[in-house]
C-alpha cells in the first residue's frame, strides 16, 4: 500500500512543453483518386488493419471531442486554448477518416460489424459520470500517441502503401503527437482534488480495460475484412500475429511505452519527440505538395 501511495507523487516534474503550439492542419487526402483494394503494399494483413483502424474514428475522435470538452470550463488558459486546438485537429481528423472509410467502402466492404464494436465499446461509459469518459479517453489518446510515434519513426510501416492513403496516416500521426497531452492534461487538472492513489488506481483500471478492448476490437475488425476477401483460418490467424508482433512488429515496440503509463511521475511528453512531427511534415511537403503543384499546373 505505501508503494502505491506513491505513485504520482512526481507528475507535475514531466509537463507539455511550454514551447508547444497545437496547430490544425486542414488537409484533404486522396479526393478522386482511387486507391488499391490492398492499398499498402498489396498486403491484405497490414491493409486489414489500418481499414479496421480508420472505421472507428470517426465515431471515436467524436467521444474523445466530447470528453475533452466536458472539462474544459476553468481549465488554466494555456490548456484551454490547447483543448480548443485538439478539437480542431480531431474535427479535421474524422472529415478525412471518413473520406478514407468511403474508399473502403468502395472496394465492396461492409464495415458495419466493425461500427457495431465501436458503439458497444463507446457504450462502457454510457451513464456513468463524465471523468469515466475522460480517463478511457486518457488511455486512448496514449494508444494513438503510441502508435503514431511508431508509424512515423518507423518507414516500413507504410512502405508500399498509396501515396494518399500514406500520407494521410503520417499527417494524423504527427497530428496525434502534437496533442499528446492534451487529454492527460484535462484529466489531471479534473482529478486535481483527488487523492494520489485513486487517481492511479482509476487511470491504470481504465487503461487495463481499454487495451483489452482495443487488441480484441481490432482483432475482429480485421478478421472480419479478411473474411470478406475470403482468407480465413489459423495461417491468416498466425500472419496476423506476426504481422502484430513480429515484423513489423507494432504492438511489440510499443510495449515499454505502454507500461511507463502506469509509473510514478508519467507524463505523455516526457518523452519529447515533437522532432517527428517535423519529420512527417517533410516527408508530406517532398511526396504530395509536388503532385499537388502537378495537378494544379496541369488543371
Known sequence: MTICLCLEVSVAKATTPVDLTITPRDRRFGR????????????????????ALSVTFPKGEGYFVDSVRRFRNGTPPKLTAEINAFIKQEVIHTREHVAFNR???????????????????????????????????????HFT????????????????????????????????????????????????????FTRWRVKSLVMLITTWRFFTGRARGMTELLRQDGLTGPRIWARMAWYAFGNPGMARKIAGVWAAYFLPGFHPWKHDDRALIALAESDYEAAVLPVEKRAVATA
Open 145 to 196: 500517441a503510441m502508435l503514431a510515434h511508431e508509424l512515423i519513426a518507423n518507414p516500413r510501416h507504410l512502405a508500399g502503401g498509396d501515396q494518399q492513403a500514406a500520407a494521410l496516416w503520417q499527417w494524423h500521426a504527427a497530428e496525434e503527437i502534437e496533442h499528446k497531452g492534451v487529454a492527460y492534461d484535462t484529466w489531471l487538472h479534473a482529478t486535481r482534488d483527488w487523492p494520489r
Open 32 to 51: 478522386g483518386s482511387p486507391i488499391r483494394r490492398w492499398w499498402l503494399n498489396d498486403d491484405p494483413i497490414a491493409t486489414a488493419f489500418y481499414n
Open 103 to 141: 474508399h473502403v467502402t468502395d472496394q465492396g466492404y461492409d464495415v458495419a460489424p466493425l461500427i457495431a464494436d465501436v458503439d458497444a465499446a463507446l457504450a462502457l461509459t454510457k451513464g456513468r459520470p463524465p471523468i469515466a469518459s475522460l480517463a478511457a479517453t486518457t488511455a486512448l489518446e
